[in-house]
C-alpha cells in the first residue's frame, strides 16, 4: 500500500492521475522499531573479520561504535569536521541538516589520526586508498565480514544502535544520549535504550529485601552500630 501509493502520488504530480485512491484506504499499524545490537560476544569477533579484503571496513565500524553516527553521516564525513585539537566531531546531520558534536574516544580518536597520517588529499574521511574516492557504499562488505564472523541479522544501523544500548545500559540520562546521538527530541534516544540482560539482572537484584552483608534501611534513623576493625601496631 505504501509503494502504490507513493506511485499514484508521483502520477499526480506528473499530471497523469488526478487523485490517490489508496489515501481513503486505512493503512495497517507498521510496527518497524528494530531491537537488534552487537552482542559483547558478537564484537571481537566481528572486528577479526575486519582483515583483508574487509580492512577498510575496521575504521568505519570503530567509529560507528564509538560515535553512533548514521552510514550516510559517517561517509560524508570530511576532515573540516573532525577537531583533534578538542576531540571533537562536528557531525553532518543529514536528518535536521543541522550538525551535531560527539567527542572522541581513545579508540575513535586514534583510529581516525591512522587515516589522517595516510590520507591523501581527499577532504572525505573515509576514502577508498585505490580511488581516492569517497566510499559510497558498503553494505556488501559488512555483510560479508559478518558472514565470516558467524554474526546474522545484523546491518549497519544497528551498530549505531549499539551504540545507543551501551549508554543506556550504563545508566546515562536520555537526554545525554538524545544529543550524542544527534536526536531533535528526548523522546526519540527511548529506542535506542533498551535495557540488556545484565542491567536488567542488576536491577532486579537491587530490589532484593534482605541481602547478607548489606545494610540499607532508608525508614530508620537508627545508627548503625560501630565495626571493630584490627589495626597493627
Known amino acids: 500500500m505504501e509503494l502504490l501509493s507513493r506511485i499514484f502520488n508521483l502520477a499526480i504530480d506528473c499530471e497523469v492521475a488526478e487523485s490517490n485512491p489508496c489515501s481513503k484506504v ?7 522499531k528494530r531491537i537488534r ?40 564525513l570530511r576532515w573540516e569536521k573532525v577537531d583533534f585539537q578538542r576531540n571533537l566531531i562536528y557531525v ?18 586514534d583510529e581516525l589520526l591512522s587515516l589522517r597520517r595516510v590520507a591523501a588529499k581527499s577532504e572525505y574521511v573515509f576514502v577508498n586508498s585505490n580511488t581516492g574516492k569517497q566510499f559510497t557504499e558498503i553494505k556488501r562488505a559488512f555483510q ?15 551498530l549505531r544502535h549499539t551504540f545507543g544500548t551501551k549508554l543506556g545500559d550504563a545508566g546515562y540520562p536520555e537526554s545525554t544520549i538524545a544529543q550524542l546521538m544527534g536526536h531533535a527530541t528526548v523522546e526519540m534516544a527511548f529506542r535506542y535504550t533498551h535495557a ?7 536491577a532486579v537484584e537491587a530490589a532484593r529485601i534482605a541481602r547478607p552483608g548489606v545494610c540499607h534501611n532508608p525508614a530508620t534513623n537508627d545508627q548503625r552500630p560501630v565495626l571493630l576493625a584490627a589495626v597493627s601496631g
Open 196 to 202: 540488556t540482560e545484565h542491567g536488567k539482572r542488576a
Open 26 to 32: 486505512r493503512k495497517l499499524r507498521l510496527n518497524n
Open 144 to 158: 560479508t565480514a559478518c558472514r565470516i564472523a558467524d554474526i546474522t541479522n545484523l546491518r549497519w544501523h544497528d
Open 37 to 76: 545490537y552487537l552482542l559483547d560476544e558478537e564484537a571481537p569477533r566481528l572486528l577479526a573479520a575486519l582483515t583483508g579484503p574487509g580492512a577498510h571496513l575496521r575504521p568505519l565500524v570503530i567509529v560507528a561504535l564509538g560515535t553512533g553516527m548514521r552510514r550516510g553521516d559517517q561517509l560524508n
Open 92 to 109: 553532518p546531520n543529514s536528518k535536521t541538516g543541522r550538525d551535531y558534536t560527539v567527542p572522541m574516544n581513545q579508540d575513535v580518536r
